[in-house]
């Protein structure tokens, strides 16, 4: 009831493409569902996060798409640039518990 | 502001020694959290500390420990080192419970390698 599980694994898309990161929770009672970013050698940043009251959320070129029935929540990256190869983490955390439960990952290359 | 910072950056310990990593939350933030990342677990929760008091704590042995001192500060103690333990361990400050936001800062994490 904790997971959350996150696909691809691994994504490569043409620069100006659209890249899109997948997240499917089980517990109904988290309420919050960050995105971070890593890059090699360096602590997660956060993307952009969302709450269940919405269903959609933009941030420049980073928009999340959330899906409360389906329990599913989506990270796409519009226009996409070589700077923005990293690998993603989808997240999820309940009330004011700062225990976030994180995706797997999501290995991002962007082919110039 | 400063953001998280974390000593030290790298680690080589054997197995059987203890290490202590330590966390300085960014000024203002009174809350830390710890996180263990490895290829193959990914990034999971070890505990978080609020105002000197653990708030709460993953799935990890008791050898596994930490504090948070007066000025938020915050350390986290591995004892009788194993080979699985090598890992990033990452350290996370927020503002605190009650605040408004659940944003998580982190830091770019203490590198430990077990031999």
């Known amino acids: ?112 | 502001k400063a953001g998280v910072t974390q000593t030290p950056r790298y680690l080589i310990k054997t197995r059987g020694q203890q290490v202590t990593l330590s966390c300085s939350p960014i000024s203002g933030h009174r809350s830390v959290s710890w996180y263990q990342q490895t290829p193959g677990q990914g990034l999971q929760f070890l505990f978080e500390y609020f105002s000197e008091t653990q708030r709460n704590k993953g799935n990890f042995p008791g050898r596994f420990s930490g504090r948070q001192f007066s000025n938020s500060r915050s350390e986290m103690n591995v004892s009788t080192l194993e080979l699985g333990d090598s890992a990033l361990y990452l350290c996370a400050s927020s503002l605190g419970p009650g605040e408004g936001t659940d944003t998580q800062y982190f830091g770019p994490g203490t590198r430990l390698t077990v031999l």
């Open chain 1, 1 to 112: 009831q904790q997971q959350v599980k996150q696909s691809p694994q691994s994504l490569i898309v043409q620069k100006g493409g659209i890249s899109i990161i997948n997240c499917a929770y089980e517990n109904t009672a988290f309420d919050y569902f960050p995105w971070y970013q890593q890059f090699p050698g360096k602590g997660p940043a956060l993307l952009i996060a969302i709450r269940p009251d919405v269903s959609e959320k933009k941030e420049g070129r980073f928009t999340i798409s959330f899906n409360k029935s389906a329990k599913q929540f989506s990270l796409h990256i519009m226009d996409s640039q070589p700077g923005d190869s990293a690998t993603y983490f989808c997240a999820a955390s309940k009330g004011n518990n700062y225990q976030l439960i994180w995706g797997a990952g999501t290995k991002l290359i962007i082919k110039p």
